[in-house]
T-cell receptor
Framework: GQQLNQSPQSMFIQEGEDVSMNCTSS?????WLWYKQDPGEGPVLLIA?????ELTSNGRLTAQFGITRKDSFLNISASIPSDVGIYFC?????????????FGRGTSLIVHP | NAGVTQTPKFQVLKTGQSMTLQCAQD?????MSWYRQDPGMGLRLIHY???????DQGEVPNGYNVSRSTTEDFPLRLLSAAPSQTSVYFC????????????FGSGTRLTVV
């Protein structure tokens, strides 16, 4: 099956710092999704990207759909303690009825006050 | 709307016991999936359904059964629990074509002793 490589695996940062994480794939996707999972909860969709080269923001979060369609990036600016959690990328083909997303292994973010 | 509801939230089973994890959604979503989450492994797809009466296997289907008799419900059955099935289980649902990401339940934490 398709593999998503998400990095870094974990990040320990100070409050106020910017964060960058990325996801790469061995094959193309037509949709990239970024989720956040708070401790003890299910993942929640943050940003969805539908077009190669697309750059989308949601508050302090900015995500990009890579031009090759094999990668995506998520940036968090001016981190705050509530940014703590696990961030997952997911890719989706969306063709031939294949709307089942493939998830990366997650980036665990810890923010020190 | 309740979204995606999973029950129970916590469960302890003895090896060899069987049980059913319940999942219900009230958003009239066509797609429903079950994932398991283990430390460092991300979200791995167990089974999925693209509509009532249609199910298919995901990445790690062994030891699990599913059925989709209605649009709303997608139960996951453990046939004979094993310690390797100790995990956190998430149910998720989403729309068909023009898919814009899954909505996740809050999870079931299962321990098999």
């Amino acid at each position: 099956g398709q593999q998503l490589n998400q990095s870094p695996q974990s990040m320990f940062i100070q409050e106020g710092e910017d964060v960058s994480m990325n996801c790469t794939s061995s094959s193309i996707f037509n949709t990239w999704l970024w989720y956040k999972q708070d401790p003890g909860e299910g993942p929640v969709l943050l940003i969805a990207l539908y077009k190669a080269g697309e750059l989308t923001s949601n508050g302090r979060l900015t995500a990009q759909f890579g031009i090759t369609r094999k990668d995506s990036f998520l940036n968090i600016s001016a981190s705050i303690p509530s940014d703590v959690g696990i961030y997952f990328c997911a890719g989706q083909l969306g063709t031939g009825g294949s709307y089942i997303p493939t998830f990366g292994r997650g980036t665990s973010l810890i923010v020190h006050p | 709307n309740a979204g995606v509801t999973q029950t129970p939230k916590f469960q302890v089973l003895k090896t060899g016991q069987s049980m059913t994890l319940q999942c219900a959604q009230d958003m009239n979503h066509e797609y429903m999936s079950w994932y398991r989450q283990d430390p460092g492994m991300g979200l791995r797809l167990i089974h999925y359904s693209v509509g009532a009466g249609i199910t298919d296997q995901g990445e790690v289907p062994n030891g699990y059964n599913v059925s989709r008799s209605t649009t709303e419900d997608f139960p996951l059955r453990l046939l004979s629990a094993a310690p390797s099935q100790t995990s956190v289980y998430f149910c998720a649902s989403g729309r068909g074509g023009g898919f814009d990401g899954y909505t996740f339940g809050s999870g079931t934490r299962l321990t098999v002793v």
